[in-house]
């Protein structure tokens, strides 16, 4: 039971540090709010300042603002809305889209930002995002038409290529002649903001592009990021007035946001999940696994962590995203006694297993101690490696690791992205069935319909549900606090939100 991971002693300790909070942290009117400036309270910085490596959510928020897309991420079907791009048409007998960009867009220079540009954009995309790429394979031929057209050619039928557009960030053609360090350092804006100043790991400011192409629907001259990784001191941050907008509040402080200050996003585009390494022992065994997933209480875990702030468990995929259906097949119960037979059963009956996590979107120490606790009463030994993000994706990117709790954010509005993303980096990593995880996005790519989007889909979840593949535990929402005078903020589903749609008024 959730109990024996939350020991008096522990409550105890908690409720003490509420009260405290409570008591020396008064709720006071923002101070941060200045003429046209916002202030943000982020538990993390950016993982780069090149779009080549986006990969956390904090770059979801910071490269579209200071590079442009074709097309902009929304919640209502298909997912995506113009962009840089004001129109386009698609022929389905050359399976070719032209796209016609809007006349009017500049870099943060003056300069006009051209198909030339797009073209070069989206082949750097495709040879040298990180994680995109894939979403970018059909893509056979880009070329400019003229300086307003792009003529994009694919190799065939592809319900992933649209989607993809999200990521490919707008940079001028051969980004002026430098490399990639040298352009990033000092980058040539072509979204609503142009980088002003930044500390890695401290501090952020952006000021706004006059020459956006929509520049004067833009509300703030200037947004400043300060990194606070504590949830308590982003908490203190906000209630002092330090910070406008505080980032990821921990469900056990959402009582100390005044309702009217607080921004729910529910559902969110998350799942809670335990990411195994099944290349090695014990989870290269199906039986260690599925003792791992019947392991888990997750209605105890929903109830006691996120009371009326969760989904049930759906799958791998999130909900809030088009197209997301769950599993049809097997079962994410819970099941002590089928736990501990599964892992007798396995090669390993009593393995020892590190357990790590970073204390970041969602994952804390409380349900990091929770689920220690659950797993420990099926017969596992688990030993916890806590640490910063960076350092604990680090170790998992070099295989040192038994399985990881993390809070996976979908950066797509469609479950396009994250089934791309699943598919190339996830799945190499965990060692999943690559071979039956791409079958199913390869029918997913091509269907001819909704249907059979959504049989894909299904096909992948049931295909993660029967072998135990990866374990989610639950979908959690996201709680922002939003200081009173701060207007337009709006967050999709995946939980990034546009600085350019929002504005202060004292």
Do not use: C
């Not at 495709?126 to 994680?131: A, D, I, L, R, Y």
């Not at 959402?254 to 290349?279: G, K």
């Not at 736990?339 to 204390?359: F, R």
Request: proline share 6%; net charge negative; hydrophobic share 45%.
């Amino acid at each position: 039971m959730l109990t024996k991971a939350l020991p008096h002693s522990f409550r105890g300790r908690l409720v003490v540090a509420a009260a405290a909070l409570l008591l020396t942290l008064p709720v006071a009117p923002s101070a941060a709010l200045a003429d046209g400036t916002l202030t943000i309270g982020r538990p993390a910085d950016v993982s780069a300042m090149s779009v080549f490596s986006h990969s956390t959510i904090e770059d979801e928020i910071v490269h579209p603002m200071l590079f442009d897309t074709l097309v902009y991420g929304s919640k209502d079907d298909p997912g995506y809305v113009p962009g840089l791009a004001e129109s386009w048409d698609f022929d389905s007998a050359s399976n070719s889209y032209v796209f016609k960009l809007r006349a009017n867009a500049a870099f943060s220079d003056g300069s006009p930002v051209t198909a030339a540009d797009v073209v070069y954009s989206l082949s750097a995309a495709k040879e040298k995002s990180q994680n995109y790429k894939g979403m970018l394979a059909g893509m056979t031929a880009a070329e400019a038409v003229d300086d307003h057209t792009v003529k994009v050619t694919l190799a065939g039928p592809d319900n992933i290529f649209m989607s993809g557009l999200i990521w490919v960030y707008v940079l001028p053609e051969n980004m002026n002649g430098k490399d990639a360090d040298a352009f990033f350092a000092e980058p040539l804006a072509s979204g609503p903001f142009a980088l002003d100043a930044w500390t890695p790991g401290s501090s952020m400011s952006l000021v706004r592009n006059p020459h956006y192409w929509n520049a004067a629907e833009t509300g703030l001259d200037r947004v400043d990021m300060k990194i606070i990784q504590g949830d308590n001191e982003r908490l203190a941050a906000f209630q002092s007035g330090d910070i406008d907008i505080y980032e990821n509040v921990r469900f056990d402080f959402i009582d100390q946001i005044p309702e009217a200050q607080r921004h729910i996003v529910s559902p969110t585009a998350r799942t809670m999940f335990l990411f195994t390494n099944n290349y090695k022992p014990p989870f290269d065994s199906i039986e260690a696994r599925k003792a791992l997933s019947y392991a888990v209480d997750r209605d105890a875990i929903g109830e006691a962590l996120w009371p009326g702030l969760s989904v049930p468990v759906q799958g791998m995929l999130m909900p809030g995203t088009t197209g997301a259906v769950p599993a049809d097949a097997g079962s994410w119960d819970f099941d002590l006694e089928t736990a501990e037979a599964a892992l007798a059963a396995s090669p390993t009956p009593k393995p020892e297993i590190t357990l790590s996590a970073a204390y970041i979107r969602g994952v804390d120490e409380v349900l990091v101690q929770a689920v220690q606790a659950q797993l420990q009463d099926a017969g596992f030994q688990v030993t916890l490696n806590v640490s910063d993000f960076n350092t604990i994706l680090g170790q998992v990117l070099n295989g040192e690791f038994d399985v990881w709790l993390l809070g996976n954010t979908t950066f797509g509005t469609t479950v396009a992205e994250m089934f791309a993303f699943y598919g190339g980096a996830f799945g190499p990593l965990g060692g999943w069935d690559l071979d039956a995880l791409g079958g199913a996005l390869e029918k997913y790519l091509v269907a001819p319909d909704a249907a059979g989007r959504e049989a894909a889909v299904r096909d992948f979840e049931n295909m993660m549900r029967e072998t135990f593949t990866a374990v989610p535990i639950g979908h959690p929402d996201t709680v922002f606090a939003i200081a009173d005078g701060v207007e337009g903020f709006e967050t999709l589903p995946t939980t990034a939100y546009r600085l350019d749609r929002i504005s202060v008024n004292r």
